[in-house]
T-cell receptor
């Protein structure tokens, strides 16, 4: 196990609702990245937080937003849910750096179903 | 922009045999890292092996080795002595060391099934 935890494990929401997913990073890691993995696809980068600031974003609309807290845990918020938001959401923590130290440790994911 | 290509949707291998999973990448960055992850049906991404673009030797981690051919932009994963527990999805990924943040680009994955 990596020490990265995510909650909840599974979630069912209705189109148009809002959802908050949570992630606790591994001890000593100051960077958290969020990924969306649709069925049969590889993970797609949503955004990254470093020391409580968003410092990188993928091709996701503004209704995907996040927070990072002083203890480096993080939240992913999605507003106005759409059916295509149904996916596995993965959180990954890392120590900011290059080389082997940039390895990301992933949590078990939250499976979101939008009906 | 970075791109990862994995052309093998599914692979079968006999238990105890070796298997190679293909990965090619495209990037204009000179400095980058290449990663392989394993994703069992439970969903968690498990780190397997890392190769830096300036590393001259191919990386090895136990039964995993990475066949890195920089000129061909190829980073194939070799699993030796396959075990039943190796059955899973395998993802190749890369991260450029420019831009100040760790955007990791993943391929579409290869499903490996180990046959007893």
């Amino acid at each position: 196990e990596t020490g990265v935890t995510q909650s909840p494990t599974h979630l069912i929401k209705t189109r148009g609702q809002q959802v908050t997913l949570r992630c606790s990073s591994q001890s000593g890691h100051n960077t958290v990245s969020w990924y969306q993995q649709a069925l049969g696809q590889g993970p797609q980068f949503i955004f990254q937080y470093y020391r409580e600031e968003e410092n990188g974003r993928g091709n996701f609309p503004p209704r995907f937003s996040g927070l990072q807290f002083p203890n480096y845990s993080s939240e992913l918020n999605v507003n106005a849910l759409e059916l295509d938001d149904s996916a596995l959401y993965l959180c990954a923590s890392s120590a900011n750096g290059v080389g082997r130290s940039s390895e990301q440790y992933f949590g078990p994911g939250t499976r979101l179903t939008v009906t | 922009a970075q791109k990862i290509t994995q052309t093998q949707p599914g692979m079968f291998v006999q238990e105890k045999e070796a298997v190679t999973l293909d990965c090619t990448y495209d990037t204009s960055d000179q400095s980058y890292g290449l990663f392989w992850y394993k994703q069992p049906s439970s969903g968690e991404m498990i780190f397997l092996i890392y190769q830096g673009s300036y590393d001259e030797q191919n990386a090895t981690e136990g039964r995993y080795s990475l066949n890195f051919q920089k000129a061909r932009k190829s980073a194939n994963l070799v699993i030796s002595a396959s075990q039943l527990g190796d059955s899973a999805m395998y993802f190749c990924a890369m991260r450029p060391y420019s831009g100040g943040y760790q955007k990791v680009t993943f391929g579409i994955g290869t499903k490996l099934q180990v046959i007893p």
